[in-house]
């Protein structure tokens, strides 16, 4: 949280790591956009933050944006997935990791294996009144919580 109260969600999201610059080569735009997406990916997740919010979070343009995603596209470092659906009803394009990063990640630890997990073993289980209506409000619908 900021002082003012509002979070900084994207914070944890970026994160530069010796391999892109040294094994990747990337700098500058590039090396910020790239590394936006392996933060959210590097677990086994997707990236499907839109370009304007990129732009927005790292203080560059839109365009600045769409070109380093098509040049790390081309490269090989991140490959498009389809679609991704937000509960508004708009799409984006939706991202993950592509070979040519996988292979020069630095970062060694595999995606959570969820199949094997036993929820009981850790009292993890789901909540019989499941999530409340509030939760799926918007951010402005929701300020007076």
């Not at 094997?116 to 007076?144: C, F, M, Q, R, Y």
Request: proline share 6%; glycine share 16%; net charge neutral.
């Amino acid at each position: 949280m900021s002082g003012s109260g509002e979070r900084d969600d994207g914070d944890a999201f970026l994160i530069v790591r010796p391999f892109m610059w040294r094994e990747l080569g990337l700098k500058g735009v590039q090396l910020l956009v790239f590394a936006r997406v392996y933060g959210f990916c590097a677990g086994g997740g997707s990236f499907y933050e839109s370009r304007r919010s990129t732009a927005a979070y790292l203080g560059i343009s839109e365009r600045s944006v769409i070109r380093a995603v098509g040049e790390l596209a081309d490269g090989g470092l991140i490959v498009e997935e389809g679609p991704a659906w937000a509960p508004d009803g708009c799409s984006t394009r939706c991202y993950r990791l592509g070979g040519a990063a996988l292979r020069h990640a630095g970062d060694k630890t595999s995606p959570p294996d969820i199949k094997g997990a036993d929820p009981g073993a850790a009292g993890d289980t789901p909540s019989p009144a499941g999530v409340k209506a509030w939760h799926l409000i918007s951010k402005e619908e929701n300020k007076g919580f």
